[in-house]
């Protein structure tokens, strides 16, 4: 049976915001945006913005939750960096400028030059780091889908809905879930997952997504989702006994 074929058989369910979300295992990814030591660690670029990146860690232990569910359930997992070449042509100048920062980015920080790829506050954190069947897409800009071929491995891949997790909320997380939507993905945010330097920011931000009916999509947490994707592993693994 190929993936579409199981599409339209093996849907379950998972608890969210405004309504339980239908899913398949086979259509479905979970996507890691941006968990860098540059907006999680002391040193790197969220820090040097001045913003306070304890407010981050919390989403630390969850995400590794899910991306150990995510690993045992087979799913399709994804995760993205911001960042630049060494040279930073493809970063606007405008990006560049922001801020009058004393350090910004491609400048020498506590962990190499800022926001530049290779360099260590680039990296994923070492607690969610990616395997090497893993897809790493790099990408300059806030949206994951601008400038990179994630839409082009997410379709080769049959996927439908997106599970949302990574920092920060108002900012590259948010603005994901609205490309991915145009696009045609179903996206779930996780809110234990996501994280904002500002508290206000990260409920606004989850409220945003799912008013209207869910007019970007749906909220839930880790432990629904973690529920959910093992509760189908089991399910196929009991077909699979059965056969
Ligand atoms: N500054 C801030 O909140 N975020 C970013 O610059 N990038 C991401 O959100 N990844």
Known sequence: MDALNQSET?????????????????????????????FLEPGGFGDMLGNDVSLLRSTIEPCRAVLQAARQSAITVIHTREGHRPDLTDAPPSK????????GIGDEGPMGRVLVR?????????????????????????????????????????????????????????TTVREANDRGYECLVLADCVGSYFPEFQHVALEMIVAQGGIFGWVSDSKSAISALLNQQEQRLSIVDCT
């Open 10 to 38: 093996a849907v379950q369910s998972i608890d969210a915001v405004p309504y339980p979300l239908a899913f398949n295992p086979v259509t479905t990814a979970l996507l890691l945006i941006d968990m860098q030591r540059d």
């Open 96 to 103: 560049l400028a922001r801020g009058h920062l004393e350090t």
């Open 118 to 174: 290779g360099q260590p506050g680039h990296e994923i954190i070492p607690e969610l780091s990616p395997t090497d069947n893993e897809p790493v897409i790099d990408k300059p800009g806030k949206g994951a889908f601008y400038e990179t071929d994630l839409h082009l491995i997410l379709q080769n891949r049959h996927i439908r809905t997106l599970i949302v997790c990574g920092v920060t909320t108002e900012v590259c997380v948010h």
